[in-house]
């Protein structure tokens, strides 16, 4: 859409979002990390200061350019996003966690370069990350709204939707953002890619659409739940 064909229905809302994917640091220079590339939540950072929100966009190593208008903080690991999270939902209006945030971390990061040596490595040992949308549905002011995101598959235990289901309850959230992922997705059927799982229960087919469609459909969603 054309940037004035949009509405102007956000005006004034103060929104925060998360995007891109983390970095567990092991040293100064290695990291456990993953593949998300920011592209969904810059999205949806864009369309919402498109549509009038002051938009704060909270990017984990992300190589987008930062979309007009909108205010952006760059993070390294989940421990720096989930402080800016923290710290900026205060003064927000919506939260919208669409950041792929590392389940665990290394326990220990090495203060220097870690060396090859001539032993065999030792098993890196982990620890759980925090999390973050959980904490933010923890602390939140009334009237905030806090959407999550999830990318899941079915597989022995349930469907895609039964985890979407699940995982919308353990989170606690007010909408979850459920994508069907896996190989050849595409090529099974053309619609029906993903929901919108809302906390009361209802659910919304979300079909095929561009990262920018979906997320003018969240934040009609969000708007109808600030109006609620
Ligand atoms: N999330 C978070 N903090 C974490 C992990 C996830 O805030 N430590 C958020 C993500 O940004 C996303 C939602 O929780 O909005 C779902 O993430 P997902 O990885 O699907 O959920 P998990 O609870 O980590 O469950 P699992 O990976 O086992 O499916
Ligand atoms: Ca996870």
């Known amino acids: 859409a054309r940037?004035?064909?949009?509405?102007?229905?956000?005006?004034?809302?103060?929104?925060?979002?998360?995007?891109?994917?983390?970095r567990e640091p092991l040293d100064p220079v290695r990291f456990l990390g993953n593949r998300s590339s920011g592209r969904q939540g810059y999205a949806l950072a864009r369309v919402a200061a498109q549509r009038g929100a002051e938009v704060t966009l909270v990017a984990a190593n992300s190589e987008l350019p930062a979309p007009a208008g909108v205010h952006v903080v760059r993070v390294g690991s989940a421990a720096e996003l989930r402080e800016e999270m923290l710290r900026l939902a205060a003064e927000s209006d919506v939260?919208?966690?669409?950041?792929?945030?590392?389940?665990?971390?290394?326990?220990?990061?090495?203060?220097?370069?870690?060396?090859k040596g001539a032993a065999d490595p030792e098993a890196l040992e982990l620890t759980r990350n925090p999390d973050i949308?959980?904490?933010?549905?923890?602390?939140?002011?009334?009237?905030?709204?806090?959407?999550?995101?999830?990318?899941e598959t079915g597989d022995v235990s349930g469907d895609v939707l039964h985890h979407g289901r699940e995982k919308l309850r353990r989170k606690g959230c007010d909408l979850l953002v459920l994508n069907e992922v896996g190989e050849g997705r595409a090529f099974e059927t053309e619609d029906n890619e993903g929901w919108l799982l809302y906390a009361d229960g209802r659910e919304q087919t979300l079909h095929r659409a561009a990262k920018s469609e979906l997320a003018s459909m969240v934040w009609d969603a969000v708007l109808r739940l600030l109006h609620a």
């Open 133 to 151: 949308l959980v904490e933010l549905v923890a602390g939140r002011r009334p009237g905030v709204v806090v959407v999550g995101f999830a990318a």
């Open 3 to 22: 940037r004035d064909a949009l509405p102007r229905d956000l005006d004034g809302r103060r929104v925060l979002i998360s995007a891109g994917g983390t």
């Open 95 to 115: 939260v919208v966690m669409s950041a792929a945030v590392a389940d665990f971390r290394p326990v220990s990061r090495a203060e220097h370069k870690m060396k």
